[in-house]
């Protein structure tokens, strides 16, 4: 349907279990190293999703990895394996800090840094390791590694030209998406505001290829292909000056994505919450992430540094949430 095919698959989809292979207590909370709260979340709410950390623990990537100096899937199956089998109350993330830079260069260790960007970049560096190795992939091979088998998804973006209706398809993988929340006051809210229509005019106008000019024209974004882990960044950010939207964006236990696909006739792709970030503090530059996360046990913990509580769905779902993750 107009993408094209991947030329290899580097890792098969079927090889992915979405259901915890060993159940237990949740792992050990992390200690915080100064600012270091923002990775705290991340690592946690990554190390409780079940299959990457299925993944991670089989060492099947370590045991294949060529790779001399950094890389981000080696540190994470470590980092996993010492969570979640270790006995003491809390570990030092040690690997993750000391490969800070590696990361993103623009995080230190000594600097507060902001959750949704650690996300992206530790993202992307587990992509860079998973295609280490491989050389000249194709841009569809690429989307077809583990994080992308278990993250990705893709867009479809269709621009109608609104003088002779001629239409434009293209499609681009994604691994998380960021919700406008200034106006829309729950998840399905933002998602429905997420594809409406967008009218394209003035310095945004599109250059039809059938009316041979700019004109005006009418974007609408869809997800047309879902992923098995759905994450989304609830924009706190007012504006460029850290201002933050305050206000509690209201998300279910359970999401069913499919009113916001390409194709909304089907089934319903029923996906429910593992994990959220929260951001506590009255600017966006400042202030204090923590997160909650649904462990093997099934039971939910909050997970503040280097503390890790039971905690009820009745707390989980009343949060200033500012990271879901949703699982099929």
Known sequence: EGMALPQRI???PEEICMDWQQRQRPGAGLCNLGSTCYINVILQCLTYTPPLANYLLSRDHSQLC???GFCMMCI????VRKVLHSSASAIWPKAVIRDLKFIGEEFEPDMAGDAYEFLRCALEAMQRACLSGYSNVDI???TTTIIHQIFGGFLKSRVTCLRCQAVSDSYKAFLHV?????APSSLTEAL????TPKKLDGKYCFKCRKCEKKVTASKRVTIHRVPKVFMACLERAANHTGKKISKIVEYPEYLDLRPYMSDTAGDPLLYSLYALVVHSGD???DGHFFCYAKASNG?????????????GIHAVLRQQAYLLFYAR
Not at 76 to 79: K, Q, R
């Open 10 to 12: 580097l890792f098969p």
């Open 66 to 68: 060529h790779r001399q």
């Open 76 to 79: 994470m199956e470590a980092h």
């Open 140 to 142: 569809s091979s690429q």
């Open 178 to 182: 960021l919700l406008d929340i200034k």
């Open 192 to 195: 429905e505001d997420f594809v």
């Open 283 to 285: 600017t966006c530059l």
């Open 299 to 311: 039971l939910w913990y909050k997970m503040d540094d280097e503390s890790v509580d039971n905690c």
